[in-house]
C-alpha cells in the first residue's frame, strides 16, 4: 500500500508535467520529490494505524480479564456479546472500541473504551464506567423517580472542596473519591455513567469501577433502600 501511495503521488504530477510541456528534468526532480513525500506519509499513516491498533488489543486484554473475574464478558464487537441477562447494553452510552460486562457487589457494572473527537478535530480517548441502578420503592418521603445526577469536572471539583450543589451526605462523599481526573458524572434512566480520560491499557479498572459502584450505592440507598435489599447478588 505505501509503495501503491508514493507511486500514485509521483506518477499524477509527472503526467501534468508533461501535458503542459514543462522540461523532463524538472518532471523528473519533481516526480522525486512527490514519490518521497508520498512514502513518508504513507509509513507515517501505517504507524499511526498499528499504534492504535495495538492500544485496541491491550485494552482488550484488560477488560477480557476484569470480565473473566467478574463473571461477565468482553468483546469489541458489541454484537459478539450475550442478550440474555444484562440490560446494560441498552444504553446509549454503551459503545465504544472495547466493551466489557460484570457484575461487582451486585450491581451490573459495564467498561466501554472509546474514541471522542475534540472541538480542534482530534481523536482523544475516554473511558465510560456503567452501573446499573436498581428499580426500588421509594420511602413515601422521598421522590418517585430514579436519582438523577449531571455533573462535569468543575462541579466534581467544588463538591471535593466541600461546596458545591446539595446532596445528601453520602453521596457527596463518595462523588469526592472518584478518581481526581474524573471529567463527568451522569445518572439519567437509572444508570449512572462516570467517563474518565484514557484507556485501561497496562493496569486493571478495578479502582475506578470500585468508585462507580460507591456511587450507585450510595445513590440507591438516598432513596431509601439498601443495595443488599434491591439487587439480586
Known amino acids: 500500500m505505501a509503495n501503491l501511495v508514493s ?12 501535458v503542459l510541456g514543462v522540461p523532463l528534468p524538472i518532471t523528473v526532480v519533481v516526480m522525486v520529490v512527490c514519490g518521497v513525500g508520498g512514502l513518508l506519509v504513507a509509513n507515517s499513516k501505517g504507524a499511526d494505524e498499528r499504534r492504535e491498533t495495538e492500544r485496541v488489543q491491550k485494552a482488550a486484554v484488560t477488560l477480557a480479564d476484569w470480565a473473566h473475574r467478574n463473571g461477565g464478558h468482553s468483546e469489541t464487537d458489541p454484537e459478539a456479546l450475550p442478550a440474555d441477562g444484562w440490560e446494560l447494553p441498552e444504553s446509549h452510552w454503551f459503545h465504544g ?29 475516554h473511558t465510560g464506567y456503567l452501573v446499573r441502578l436498581p428499580e426500588v420503592a421509594p420511602p413515601e418521603t422521598a421522590p418517585d423517580t430514579a436519582p438523577e445526577l449531571r455533573l462535569n469536572r468543575t462541579e466534581l471539583r467544588r463538591i471535593r472542596r466541600g461546596s458545591g450543589r446539595e446532596l445528601p451526605a453520602d453521596v457527596r462523599e463518595r462523588l469526592a473519591a472518584v478518581p481526581a481526573d474524573t471529567e463527568s458524572v451522569d445518572a439519567v434512566d437509572g444508570v449512572l455513567y462516570l467517563v474518565r480520560p484514557r484507556w485501561p491499557e497496562f493496569s486493571a479498572p ?25 439487587v439480586d447478588g
Do not use: H, I
Open 7 to 18: 507511486f500514485l503521488c509521483a506518477a499524477v504530477p509527472a503526467v501534468v508535467l508533461s
Open 206 to 230: 478495578d479502582e475506578q469501577v470500585a468508585a462507580t459502584v460507591g456511587v450507585a450505592a450510595a445513590l440507591t440507598r438516598s432513596r431509601g433502600s439498601s443495595v443488599d435489599d434491591s
Open 97 to 125: 472500541a472495547v466493551l466489557a460486562l460484570g457484575r461487582v457487589d451486585g450491581f451490573e457494572v459495564a467498561v466501554t473504551c472509546f474514541l471522542e473527537a475534540s472541538t480542534e478535530g482530534a481523536t482523544t480517548r
